[in-house]
């Protein structure tokens, strides 16, 4: 069987250009997941995403344990066959959505209680029942259940939000079943404070898990607070180990968190904006169904490879999106990943090439300069 690894090919400063081995093939970093929250990446096909160039797809344990069940997925052969992905896969454990979408829920130190958003039902989720889920579904790179430290946070209420996660992190070290090509994550918490974020990374170090994620951030604590937790962080979690930003997907969030250190990444933002109508370009982001594209001829992006760019205009994705057709969202939301890969496989060659400095100031001089070309 393959072993999980992590090889780091090149450096520039901080920055790594790496790749990491699993028991369902390899994908290079820094790389931007697929979101599959619920086993699908809406609105594409598996074959669509992968032309794109993504490799790792990250789905939910609350959703898929809810709805179809780990225990009906793991039956009908796993994750990668459920939703014909056959690369590798993250599964979030679940414990974000338990704050965030869930009712009536009750946290104590065994886990957390709480009724379904679905249909009201009951149940309980521990590190134990999440590390449980994880493995019926197969996942090739299992999350640590970890409590979501809310923002804003007091110092108390994020040093005690952290222990109960580190705690939590170390039964799922126990529960968790070690097998050629699959890895368990820990998770950094401590909010803003860089006093508790490395005490979290010093209790992760000890338990020494095959990877870090980083929580907690992108909760609205701004870009410069987030910044300086990397700053302090990502110097104390092992070097040789990948480094996972979870739940950051801004495009200039992303070059930032690359520049300090970071490998992995995740977010909806880009197929959610994609059904909703904002397209990401190399000059920022656009509101498709604002009346100036009405009569533009211009596609979103002239650099772009994808459908949406290389066979319509802006006049046409503006058209469906005002007459809701469906294939508008499907177009938008395929140049948006694409646009995500690009910008993942840009950061990988100027790290390669030693020029990331001049790569993010080039994507910052991009964005800066907006979409005011006139038409025609």
């Not at 923002?151 to 939590?168: D, G, I, K, V």
């Amino acid at each position: 069987m393959t072993k999980f690894g992590f090889d780091i090919l090149s450096t520039d400063k901080k920055a790594r250009r790496g790749r990491v081995t699993t028991a369902h093939g390899t994908f290079e970093t820094p790389a931007f997941m697929a979101t599959a929250t619920a086993a699908t990446i809406k609105a594409m096909t598996p074959d669509t995403v992968r032309a794109t160039g993504a490799e790792l797809a990250i789905c939910n344990t609350y959703h898929l344990m809810l709805r179809p069940t780990a225990e009906r997925v793991a039956a009908l052969g796993g994750l990668h066959k459920f939703m014909d992905w056959l690369g590798p896969i993250v599964t979030d454990s679940g414990g974000f959505q338990v704050m965030s979408l869930s009712k009536l829920r009750t946290l104590n130190e065994n886990g957390v209680t709480f009724r379904s958003h679905l249909d009201g039902s009951a149940h309980e989720l521990t590190p134990e029942r999440s590390m449980q889920i994880q493995h019926l579904l197969d996942s090739n790179i299992t999350m640590c259940f970890d409590e979501c430290t809310p923002h804003p946070a007091t110092p108390e209420q994020a040093a005690q939000s952290m222990r109960l996660s580190m705690r939590w992190a170390e039964r799922c070290k126990t529960a968790f079943k070690p097998r050629d090509g699959y890895a368990l994550f820990g998770i950094n918490q401590g909010s803003i404070y860089p006093d508790l974020r490395l005490e979290s990374a010093e209790k992760l170090t000890a338990l020494n898990p095959e990877g870090y994620g980083i929580g907690g951030l992108a909760v609205g604590e701004g870009q410069d607070s987030m910044f300086k937790v990397l700053d302090e962080v990502v110097p104390a979690l092992k070097p040789e180990k990948p480094r996972y930003l979870m739940g950051v997907g801004r495009p200039d969030d992303i070059v930032g968190a690359v520049l300090r250190g970071v490998d992995m990444f995740d977010c909806v933002m880009p197929t959610r904006s994609g059904r909703t109508g904002q397209g990401f370009t190399r000059r920022g982001t656009i509101n498709i169904r604002n009346a100036r594209h009405l009569d533009d001829p211009r596609p979103l992006d002239e650099h772009c490879s994808c459908l949406a760019c290389t066979r319509y205009s802006r006049a046409y994705l503006h058209h469906l999106f005002r007459g809701e057709e469906i294939l508008g969202p499907m177009l938008l939301t395929a140049h948006n990943v694409q646009y995500y890969q690009d910008l993942m496989r840009g950061l990988r060659q100027a790290i390669e090439k030693g020029g990331l400095d001049d790569y993010a100031a080039a994507f910052h001089e991009g964005q800066a300069r907006g979409d005011i070309e006139p038409v025609g």
